[in-house]
């Protein structure tokens, strides 16, 4: 185990690290030690080995709390619109041609230059998709700890909008709708397959912005 191994030029080392993260840890909420581990020792397992997103196919990177009857799955096929996912490729294949009706996050644009596109979604609203989003979130974050306690924030998703019109998502953030110390993000995450062009810092810069059209800053 070289986690336990000391750092003799005085860096963390992974598990003194990991046990620094631990305390600082505030996302979504600040959690305990305990309640950290706990966390750990349930998601330590990846419960969902790939996923296919559009033309892509990503390894996932960690645990995700699907229903039971994704889990275990090698392939999770998603609709890269609205966010569905299915078990069976021909599943998702159906649902595109019959059943998708939108073809951007359901919510209001609030940001478009070129081909880049940000909108701003509320779970009041469409509490199925941010659901799904933070499911999807979470299979490259290790420790997104909220998944469908969804209700105190917005998500901002920002999608690259392709020739055919349709809007892709590329990454999001979310914010709380209130917070006490004007926090201006939650969580973030840009996509594996979008990583490396610049999307998390125009992410970051959106949400300062939207902090200071409040009067927050």
């Known amino acids: 185990d070289l986690g336990s191994v000391t750092d003799v030029a005085g860096k963390l080392t992974r598990t003194s690290k ?5 305390e600082e840890h505030e996302e979504e909420g600040e959690l305990d030690l305990a309640t950290l581990k706990e966390h750990e020792e349930a998601t330590k397992v990846k419960n969902v080995t790939r996923i296919q997103f559009g033309e892509w196919q990503m ?7 699907f229903p039971k009857e994704y889990q275990g799955v090698h392939m999770l096929y998603f609709c890269e619109f609205d966010l569905s996912f299915f078990a069976r490729k021909e599943q ?13 996050p359901p919510g209001d644009e609030i940001y478009r230059e070129k081909d880049i596109s940000i909108f701003e979604v509320d ?8 659901e ?3 499911l999807l979130a979470k299979l490259f974050l290790d420790h997104k700890t909220l998944y469908y306690d969804v209700d105190p924030f917005l998500f901002y998703v920002l999608c690259e909008v392709g020739d055919d019109g ?3 998502i590329a990454g999001y953030f979310s914010k709380e709708k209130f917070s006490s110390e004007s926090n201006n993000i939650a969580c973030i995450l840009v996509l594996p397959q979008h990583q490396r062009k610049g999307y998390g810092k125009l992410i970051i810069d959106v ?4 902090t ?3 009067g927050k800053v």
């Open 59 to 65: 390894e996932t990177w960690y645990f995700s709390p």
């Open 207 to 210: 949400s300062y912005q939207i």
């Open 92 to 104: 998702l294949e159906r649902y595109l041609k019959t059943k998708c009706k939108r073809f951007h």
């Open 123 to 130: 779970p009041k609203v469409q509490r199925v998709y941010c």
């Open 166 to 168: 349709g809007h892709r």
């Open 212 to 214: 200071i059209r409040e």
């Open 18 to 22: 990991r046990k620094h993260e631990h």
């Open 132 to 134: 799904n989003l933070c």
